[in-house]
């Protein structure tokens, strides 16, 4: 091999090695992408459309402010013009009646404002639109939360679902393999071994449908927080449990003591609140255009001509005073006040409605969390008490003292309890969250 051969082979061989190390770092880096439920909490508020939207929601109502402010400010604005004559008119004295071109310019100061005080009552509407805005707000963080948390435990779940699937084909091989053995030592008959083999096809099938399942649901969960890249999640230790406890231990009817925190709390009852306020202003607004407006104005004005005429007056400053009444309006000003009344109607209705709305969640919620909390200890003594039985069945196979039903029978019940366990405990957690969406302290818990 000749040298140049030799340092050819030599740069290929290193181009190789940093390529192999580059894709295995690249690979491990992506599988390294690990999220606990408030980090994706965080990625979520900062990825979601629906929060954006709600968002820019808010800062349209610091515009309407900007605009309710301005009609209390006046209105300053330049004016200009040029006139050109056919010809010039001159008395028979020699005086210029009508010059030939004219120029005419100068700055006007504007300001109108009701007698009803309608502008204040409009900045007043603004202002509390801001806070409005600012709970609808946060009403959409914590429902979006709380679909973040539910896409989060199903994620979970279907891992769970998965390994459950993986154990129950890998008893299933033992006990197909234990068949054969005792089949070919002519302990059992070959019904036993065609049992086995049935029994872990459909476990395999299972599996398929586990991995399905989660692919399904890692989907779901990446669309929901907004993420592109490979990742995995951890299950992490929520607290929640804690200050629902401490809720009950302190009170004697949990529910009405959750719906009376809930009815604090809840940004949706907030928002209403304000909107019935903004309702009884929109009223005062409607009425004021019963009263009359009054206009303002001060002009400084400046014109020439060529020829200047006898009644040239190059510069001048005035101030006027205006006032408008107006008596008919086709029963415009009549409407506008009916209408403001009926929607206030609607905001009292709807905040009637939302107060049974959340009672209603509370009372679900909260006897879903108690239901759980109860059953799940039994599931895992359940659970339990199955892995045992299977044990001790395998074993009697194995020497011959349970055929194969027995031992078919007993994985039937393991795989049952351990897949109603999985569902319940991460149900358990997930009502929990529920729990706290509707106590309407989500979203402050997480920041």
């Known amino acids: 091999m000749s040298f140049m051969n030799f340092i050819f082979c030599l740069r290929f061989l290193v181009f190789f090695l940093i390529s192999i190390i580059t894709l295995s770092t690249v690979s491990l880096a992506r599988a390294s992408v690990e999220y606990s439920l408030d980090e994706l909490y965080s990625i979520a508020?900062?990825?979601?459309?629906?929060?954006k939207i709600t968002e820019e929601e808010l800062v349209i109502s610091e515009l309407i402010k900007d605009k309710a402010l301005s009609a209390l400010m006046p209105k300053i604005s330049a004016f200009g013009g040029y006139t050109k004559f056919n010809k010039e008119n001159i008395s028979s004295a020699g005086t210029v009646i009508q010059p030939n071109e004219s120029l005419l310019w100068g700055i006007r100061v504007d300001q109108t404002f009701s007698l009803s005080g309608r502008e204040i009552t409009a900045l007043n509407i603004s202002s509390k639109g801001i806070e409005k805005s600012k709970y609808d707000l946060h009403s959409t963080k914590e429902s979006y939360l709380l679909t973040v948390a539910l896409a989060y435990y199903?994620?979970?779940?279907?891992?769970?679902?998965?390994?459950?699937?993986?154990?129950?084909?890998?008893?299933?091989?033992?006990?197909?393999?234990?068949?054969?053995?005792?089949?070919k030592i002519g302990e059992v008959t070959k019904t036993a071994l065609l049992r086995a083999e049935a029994e872990l096809s459909g476990a395999i099938s299972d599996k398929i449908k586990a991995e399905n399942k989660l692919k399904l649901a890692k989907s779901v969960l990446a669309t929901v927080v907004?993420?592109?890249?490979?990742?995995?999640?951890?299950?992490?230790?929520?607290?929640?449990?804690?200050?629902?406890?401490?809720?009950?231990?302190?009170?004697?009817?949990?529910?009405?003591?959750?719906?009376?925190?809930?009815?604090?709390?809840?940004?949706?009852?907030?928002?209403?609140?304000?909107?019935?306020?903004?309702?009884?202003?929109?009223?005062?607004?409607?009425k004021g255009a019963y009263l009359p407006t009054i206009s303002i104005e001060g002009v400084w004005l400046k014109k020439e001509e060529d020829p200047p005429s006898i009644s040239l007056i190059k510069e001048n400053i005035y101030g006027a005073i205006k006032l408008n009444f107006p008596f008919f309006e086709g029963g415009l000003r009549r409407a506008e006040v009916k209408e403001a009344e009926s929607r206030k109607k609607q905001t009292e209705f709807l905040y009637e409605d939302t107060k049974k709305s959340i009672t209603l969640e509370i009372e679900s919620a909260f006897l879903d969390y108690i239901t759980l909390q109860g059953i799940l200890k039994?599931?895992?003594?359940?659970?339990?008490?199955?892995?045992?039985?299977?044990?001790?069945?395998?074993?009697?196979?194995?020497?011959?003292?349970?055929?194969?039903?027995?031992?078919?029978?007993?994985?039937?019940?393991l795989i049952t309890a351990e897949r109603q366990l999985l569902d319940v405990t991460y149900s358990f957690e997930a009502s929990k969250i529920k729990l706290l969406k509707a106590l309407g302290v989500l979203y402050n818990k997480k920041h």
């Open 45 to 51: 508020l900062q990825n979601s459309e629906k929060i």
């Open 154 to 183: 199903d994620l979970l779940k279907a891992q769970k679902l998965l390994d459950i699937a993986q154990s129950n084909v890998d008893r299933l091989t033992k006990h197909r393999d234990a068949a054969l053995t005792r089949l």
């Open 226 to 286: 907004g993420i592109k890249e490979e990742f995995t999640v951890r299950e992490s230790n929520q607290e929640n449990g804690n200050y629902i406890d401490q809720i009950l231990k302190n009170c004697s009817l949990p529910i009405q003591c959750f719906t009376e925190k809930a009815f604090a709390s809840r940004a949706e009852l907030r928002s209403l609140e304000l909107q019935k306020k903004i309702s009884e202003e929109q009223i005062k607004y409607a």
């Open 378 to 413: 039994s599931l895992k003594d359940q659970v339990a008490f199955a892995k045992d039985n299977f044990n001790s069945i395998s074993k009697q196979f194995q020497f011959g003292l349970a055929n194969s039903i027995d031992v078919m029978d007993a994985n039937t019940l």
